[in-house]
């Protein structure tokens, strides 16, 4: 019986080394290597396999492994040497990866990939002609080099001074890729460089508006409003201004600053009117030719009444990666610091602590439990920090992409009232209509447990010159948000747009419970260089 054991064994792996190849080619590669870990003694073709399956997956460590086991078992496998040159390339091993380019043109010249990564090593070498010549004839043997081999060929055209040819070949990535996805901002970043001519790019856009909105206090059930306002819902104008310049570009990195400008305007509640300027800087490394590293500053001074109101800093880190037809994902986290500028409520009196006891002295308006120090509580200034992800995919839906992402944030106040966990999960979707319609929509979801109760009671227990009771349980806030928006592209440089936005915050803190309805019409004119 033991005889018959490796001709078993053999005839085993034989059989899942063809199914493994069935799963690659249907583009299966995980479940193919997981059809291939329980082989024992894999073959030189198995090791290959694995390794064109961990390529596939931007597995490149493993990828290499493999592909040097099946290179060492069999080095006459055909295309062995181009796979290994491309996890070599990725891995950051240029000379490993220009070594076996070397050695597979002899029996690899009929794969695209053999010229696309030609290119791509001419184009380290700032061989720009040679490099766009390859990554050409990539592009011209098969379409699954795209988008890569015309972004970087756009690239290597404009080292070689043909930006006739450059744009020519960024253009095609922005209309292969969709709108908005790293690779057609890239690509439209690099056109802009390129069409300037001086090493640097600025655009300009500026959004204005009128709005409806039936709660702008914000005014929850049962509040009182404050004194000298009449109503709770208003018209304002609204204004956006935003600028940004592009400093720096090469083939990997690019650094730029932005300056955003939101004020509004309203037309009864004038105290509410906003004045928010943000300075942006930030900077980007390609990692790959489908990854790219952002690190972006903001910082964010706004007033309200003319009175300043908030300064905040944020550092956000964000990883975005392109998967191809499965689409794209975002991973970023952010560290930010708020500092309140107006003075916190001052301390209430306290009373006996006996809800709905008459207070201690005649002449109280109201009291609070003992104890309770409203000014320090109160005290909204802190940092927190978020982590959140994102992916974007497209549907054979029109043009439309959906978008579904998680966020995490957690912040930590001087005074107990406002730091919190909270948890974030949001649906968005943006479709191409016909006639140059593009209509936007966003579902969320967050929730927020607070870690301490709250110093607001409800304002249906505030009677005059009596004790008002507060809850024993920690405040937690739940909210739904909604919004749809179509947009008409008017000319290349305006736009219209009317747009929905519903807010409902439920919330255990009767003064923090409300819900808000914003109707807006806009108008944008974008400028660019």
């Keep these: 019986m033991l005889v018959f054991l490796p001709l078993a064994v053999a005839a085993e792996g034989d059989l899942a080394g063809s199914r493994a190849t069935a799963l690659e080619r249907s583009g299966r590669c995980s479940d193919a290597l997981d059809v291939l870990a329980g082989v024992a003694e894999p073959s030189a073709a198995q090791h290959f396999l694995r ?15 493999e592909l040097r086991a099946a290179r060492e078992a069999d080095p006459g496998l055909p295309h062995v040497d181009l796979y290994y040159a491309m996890a070599a390339f990725h891995l950051g091993d240029i000379q490993a990866a220009e070594a076996s380019i070397a050695k597979a043109r002899a029996g690899s010249a009929d794969r695209a990939e053999l010229y696309l990564y030609e290119g791509l090593l001419a184009l380290r070498r700032q061989e720009n002609a040679a490099a766009a010549a390859s990554l050409d004839r990539a ?7 795209e988008p890569t081999a015309s972004y970087y060929a756009g690239l290597a055209f404009a080292g070689a001074d043909d930006a006739a040819q450059a744009v020519e070949a960024l253009d095609r990535v922005i209309a292969m890729e969709p709108q908005g996805s790293v690779w057609a901002e890239e690509a439209r970043k690099a056109k802009e460089r390129i069409e300037a001519g001086d090493g640097g790019s600025w655009w300009a856009w500026a959004t204005v508006g009128v709005e409806y909105d039936d709660n702008v206090v914000l005014r929850s059930q049962g509040t009182l409003l404050p004194q000298g306002i009449s109503g709770n819902h208003d018209m304002r104008s609204v204004w956006t201004l935003h600028g940004g310049y592009e400093f720096l570009r090469e083939r990997d990195w690019s650094a730029g600053v932005a300056m955003t400008y939101y004020g509004s305007a309203h037309y009864d509640l004038e105290e509410f009117n906003q004045h928010n300027p943000v300075l942006s800087l930030w900077v980007d490394r390609r990692l790959a030719e489908a990854t790219t590293l952002l690190l972006r500053y903001d910082s ?3 007033w309200i009444d003319s009175k300043p109101f908030l300064h905040s ?3 956000t880190p964000t990883l975005f990666h392109e998967w191809g037809t499965p689409g794209r994902s975002e991973l970023y986290g952010s560290i930010f610091k708020y500092n309140y500028l107006y003075s916190s409520s001052g301390e209430i009196v306290d009373g006996r602590g006996q809800p709905f006891s ?4 005649p002449g109280t308006t109201f009291c609070s439990p003992p104890g309770i120090q409203e000014g320090q509580d109160r005290n909204q200034d802190g940092w927190g920090f978020s982590v959140g992800a994102d992916h974007s995919l497209p549907l054979n839906f029109f043009e439309t992409e959906l978008t579904v992402g998680y966020r995490y944030e957690r912040y930590s106040s001087r005074g107990s009232e406002y730091s919190y966990e909270g948890h ?6 943006d479709t191409r209509l016909p006639w140059e319609f593009q209509l936007r929509t966003l579902v969320s979801y967050t929730l927020r447990p607070y870690r301490n109760n709250s110093s607001f009671p409800d304002p249906r227990d505030v009677f005059f010159n009596l004790e008002y009771p507060l809850q024993n349980e920690n405040r937690r806030d739940d909210a739904w948000y909604y919004s749809v928006a179509l947009e008409k592209k008017l000319t290349d440089d305006f736009s219209a747009e009317i747009a929905y936005r519903y807010i409902k915050n439920h919330s255990n803190v009767a003064v923090f419970d409300y819900d ?5 019409l806009y108008v944008t004119y974008r400028l660019e260089e």
């Design 358 to 361: 008459n207070c201690l002295s």
């Design 300 to 302: 964010s001074h706004s």
């Design 313 to 315: 800093d944020t550092l």
């Design 516 to 520: 808000r309805e914003i109707l807006g």
């Design 139 to 145: 592009r011209d043997m098969s379409a699954t080099v």
């Design 51 to 65: 390794g064109r399956c961990h390529v596939q997956l931007a597995q490149y460590p493993a990828a290499e492994n």
């Design 424 to 429: 974030e999960f949001r649906v968005a979707t």
